[in-house]
């Protein structure tokens, strides 16, 4: 017991995984400060370290899928990225110089299949490293673990000696990406795949129409992307070349295409499959659900979906086709004779009856194409039971019962980043939550994993960087690292370093955010906003979607659209709080330091003034800038009761409260992140006795 | 008098162009603060703006250039970019919906020449805007200068009321980037060749091969590329989609194929074209001047160039083409006694005349395939003076002289950016300056313009941006704007601003900076880092070469590397510093200004060395943090004598004046950058009676 306190002190590690295990004693052990994420299911550290210099190269010894050579490629590539050290890969690799060996045992499948073995085994001494996979999918994940493992300290980059056995917990770790509400090109789809490819996801699931925008070439109905997509859709050839990109990176590449509601861009193009006379346009009032949908008693929407559908399953190679099937109003179909006609006719109860019986047509479709049909929450109904997969947006519970009842499903609640929640919310939302804890094994199997979804009302090329990264990677290592981790803190930690190490391959969150600030303060002091909005965090869809009406061409260039959705100096500030208040021996070190950043913030508002008077996109900040200064100022005041150990008036309290309670509503759509933490300081004051 | 005064004080613009006027009294104006950057040659301010928002369409009205529709498009996309307005420019054009109306009056070029027509004007108006040019090369250049008018204040984005008759001073206006030390890849060409379009540049000169790589795909001579570039070589398609990306900008592309010396890459593939035996190696070892060397006596060269120049003179439109001709040592001319005999037998007095009779057989190849030429100033000679473009990097004065003669020729002395001069000295050097004062008119015609030279040894992917932005918008702006653009204050100013928008263009010269710095932090601190780094600048090719020994594969990975040309911080410091002490009665608020400067880098060290010490990378940096602290002391100590209207005792002033003379000399290839101004501090506390 004595012995493990001591390995606890060396390695903050080893309070995280309980596989995580030494070789070497610990009085022997450095503590290697690493940021692995997802970090991998065991690792057993030992001494020494792998230097990485020019002499570095990476070999395939053994493996024979065409994608591995690229994969060491970029590898090698990325590396020099990280490094900045030229290495030399282009000549022919020769195993003797192999500072890291690749074996891959088996071979690729000519499609992912969710099936896919993704395991692997990294080996790591003093004189070099072996990495091990049953399939390329496993060399690839292994690759980037040995990425992140590299690190640098006061003598050289080098990835400390151990050994790392891992594989995922679920089998499904995707992210869906709305281009219909706004539009992404290709660049950003490749750059969101390499982000994917870092933290290790594996479904790119293409949310590719709606009533917004039908973002996909049709050859056989080309009306669907001329009429539908006002210019913005992805010709053929660019799907192809975004399939073969993922499929490079151990992605699948599922496309969904909405239906029978969500469908006002397929009517505008043909109204015959509506239920509802036209004409219908593309969607561009607002955001929402509309009642247009297409008619389930129609011959003609079978005959039309059977052809989509037979040109969309050879574009798309991936086993699974998802059909959407949420948010049907039914209100077109109540309001049609014919229908209603054909509900009594086919002794159906409830609109629910007509969708299945519309997605019975659908799975027979599908299965002549040779696909497997994944829905949203709303196909669920016992006839599709063994045949579908549900993906859940409602609860886990429902997830659970699924599971119960032999459904397969892959969660996504509790995973929307378009609400702006916290990375330490979606990382403590698990697809095996409590819900799960009374299903046997064989039904747990039925949870294949999650997604992470962005819809797209509230992002556009230049915004949707900032909405993935780094939070996507929170979720990424919920659905691959064992349960057992659970340190919100040490996540945040690794987060924080995972936000710079995407930003060095190239995501442009970061790039685009300080470019929408520099937007908006004009010519005028970049450091001074920079230093405001820092303080800020970004709300979400339900938020934005009340504070005005939003068209798809409104503008997304204020605030609330250039600022994080969480706030790293909000964060920082916290731990501060949170470690000078953990005990009544106040710290007067810190405590100091809490003082001088409110004093700070305090005094930020006169340089800050001006700047924001001199742009009209900036008017809106101004009661923020003003609460910033009331915040500290109270912060400011309760330090000073904490610091007399006086309790606070109850006056004093009461306004403090007032003030903090005004903070927890947004104003521009936009959020003050410090308040928490005064809260607790103005909480602490008040409860000194 | 008054009058302009008045005008003066109201627009700081009237200070530096003479052909500045206003339509309305100054009385009825607001200062616009504008940022062009090549400043146009007239504008005439009048009063009202045109705002710019979601109604905001350019349409073309006259004109027929297959280039213009899609330039229009570009330019729609980043006035997006700029403003973060959606812009609906994709349906049909209507002209009754113009707010900025477009008329190209004639035709462009199939290749566009040195004399293609660039002018336009531009007139804007509260209800609308009308750009007019002769080419299309004239609207590309205006809807630049209209997308730098596009300003945002506390009402709107909008462009001020006004009329711009503009066109360049010199109608060649260049770029050289060297793709041989260190290879560049399409996406980054494509980036400079963006940057060059903001600021109206209009030849980039590819300098493809060197010693150290020739870097174009021969399919008449594979080896050249296959044997001489390590792999990093543009093939043909690409090639040509750089033209076209450059023509639809407005810019040629003039090749240069250096030669007869400079060729070890070609004499690796091909060691029968050389005037000694091979066999040779691509130059790894280090950068200069080499001995290996075309041989111009031998008959089988001439064939080589023959064929191979007609190859690229399909592959390159442009009328010109570069063949270097500099730098030959002649030791292997004079080695070889077959070659020495040749001179005796053609009555050579040495290998300059050896070297003319090589450019004379080239001149008729180029001539054969339809090319002028155009080479460096050693080709000069008076055999060739009326055929060829000299292209200077010695002196302005033999630009002159080669004039007064009849030659036609380019500036390149004092344009080039790997000497890491600041933009302050490059917008000095004028192609037209005194030693040119004696010319006649005829004769100053000859002096086309000038080219700023990216020479690359000390480039890369990662840091060729960071070398050329924004320095490189001064030097457009010397060979676009009047002469009598010369204050330097004012281009510092824009200069600033043009930094910002050619990052919101998408340049990387910012993020790749600070993605060096966060890679040489670890997971340090990076504000703290940057603090420090934003008051160095880095050195030139000599200091650098001089250093340490660098090979072609040295990481640049280093602070050199990482950090800017120039440093921000300590030019505003500088200008804080100058008018702080530009009269005896010392404002005590600027004086406080300087102290809490000075004062914050002093104690930036203990933050900085916990940062520092973690990092191999830094190791290098800990003399340089200590002597900013060691200048900021001093700076305080001068100060204190300065309020204190005390002249600084001796002993001090050598003490300091030690200092600041060691600072003047870079540590670790870099320089601190606020040593000057320091300077004026102890110089003024000095000089106290």
Redesign the interface.
């Given at each position: 017991m004595k012995m493990k306190q001591r390995m606890l002190l060396y390695m903050s590690l080893a309070a995280l995984i309980p596989s995580v295990s030494f070789k070497a004693t610990p009085a022997e052990l450095q503590a290697p400060?690493l940021?692995l994420m997802p970090m991998p299911k065991t690792i057993t550290f030992d001494t020494g370290r792998l230097v990485i210099d020019?002499n570095f190269k990476a070999v395939l010894a053994i493996g024979e899928d065409s994608r591995l050579p690229a994969s060491i490629v970029r590898f090698h590539q990325r590396l020099q990225?990280?490094?900045?050290?030229?290495l030399?890969f282009?000549s022919s690799p020769d195993i003797k110089q192999a500072m890291l060996e690749i074996q891959c045992k088996g071979p690729g499948e000519r499609v992912q299949s969710a099936a896919a073995d993704e395991s692997y085994s990294l080996e790591v001494t003093d004189r070099n490293a072996r990495l091990i996979a049953a399939s390329p999918i496993g060399v690839f994940r292994g690759l980037e673990t040995f990425l992140q493992l590299v690190?640098?300290?006061?003598?050289?980059f080098y990835v400390p000696s151990l050994r790392i056995e891992d594989e995922p917990r679920f089998l499904w770790r995707g992210l869906l990406v709305d281009v219909s509400r706004h539009w992404e090109p290709v660049e950003v789809i490749k750059r969101i795949l390499d982000g994917m490819a870092t933290v290790k996801m594996n479904v790119f699931h293409w949310h590719l129409s709606d009533d917004q925008g039908f973002r996909v070439e049709s050859r056989v109905f080309p009306k669907l992307h001329i009429k539908g997509s006002?210019?913005k859709y992805y010709r053929q050839s660019e799907i192809k070349d975004v399939i073969a990109y993922a499929r490079a990176r151990g992605i699948r590449v599922i496309p969904e295409f909405d239906m029978p509601g969500h469908t006002t861009a397929w009517l505008a193009a043909y109204p015959e499959l509506a239920s509802a006379p036209g004409p219908y346009q593309i969607e561009r009032r607002s955001w929402g659900v509309f009642d247009p949908c297409m008619d389930p008693t129609k011959n003609i929407v079978y005959f039309f979906l059977d052809s989509f559908i037979g040109e969309m399953a050879v574009l798309f190679p991936d086993e699974y086709f998802h059909i959407g099937g949420d948010e049907v109003t039914g209100k077109q179909w109540d309001a049609s004779a014919r229908i209603r006609n054909f509900k009594v006719r086919e002794k159906m109860k409830n609109n629910r009856d007509l969708q299945t019986y519309f997605n019975r047509q659908l799975l027979k479709i599908l299965k002549k194409h040779g696909k497997k049909m994944i829905g949203w929450d709303e196909i669920l109904h016992p006839d599709l039971r063994k045949d579908v997969i549900v993906q859940s947006w409602r609860r886990q519970a429902s997830l659970a019962e699924g599971a119960h009842l032999g459904i397969k499903g892959i969660l996504s609640f509790g995973y929307y980043l378009d609400h702006m929640r916290p990375a330490s919310f979606h990382y403590q939302i698990d697809p095996l939550g409590k819900e799960a804890a009374n299903l046997t094994e064989q039904e747990q199997e039925r949870i294949l994993g999650g997604e992470a979804c962005m819809w797209a009302e509230f992002v556009?090329p230049?915004i949707i960087e900032s909405r993935l990264w780094p939070r996507t990677a929170a979720i990424a290592e919920r659905l691959w690292s064992p349960f057992s981790m659970q340190d919100t803190k040490d996540m945040y930690r690794r987060l924080?370093?995972m936000d710079?190490e995407l930003?060095?391959f190239g995501a442009m969150h970061r790039?685009n955010s300080d470019?929408?600030l520099?937007?908006m303060a004009?010519?005028a002091d970049?450091e001074v906003m920079k230093n405001f909005t820092d303080l800020l965090k970004a709300t979400g869809y339900s938020t934005r979607r009340k504070a005005r009406q939003y068209y798809?061409?409104?503008?997304?260039?204020r605030l609330a659209?250039a600022i994080m959705p969480e706030s790293e100096t909000a964060l920082r500030f916290e731990i501060l709080v949170d470690d000078a208040l953990s005990n009544q021996f106040l710290s007067a070190e810190l405590i100091q330091q809490i003082q001088e950043r409110l004093a700070g913030w305090q005094n930020m508002n006169d340089t800050l003034k001006p700047v924001i008077?001199?742009?009209?996109?900036l008017?809106e900040a101004k009661p923020l800038s003003e609460l910033v200064v009331d915040l500290s100022k109270t912060g400011l005041e309760a330090l000073n009761y904490i610091k007399a150990r006086q309790k606070a008036p109850e006056a004093w309290q009461k306004k403090a409260l007032d003030l903090l309670d005004g903070a927890d509503k947004p104003q521009a759509e936009v959020l003050v992140a410090i308040g928490p933490s005064v809260r607790k300081l103005v909480g602490f004051a008040a409860d000194i006795r």
């Open positions: 400060d940021y020019d990225m990280k490094t900045g050290i030229p030399n282009a690190v640098s300290d006061d003598r050289s006002d210019g556009n230049e924080e370093y710079i930003d060095l790039k470019r929408m520099h937007r004009g010519g970049f798809s061409l409104t503008p997304l260039n659209d008077a001199r742009s009209y996109l008017e």
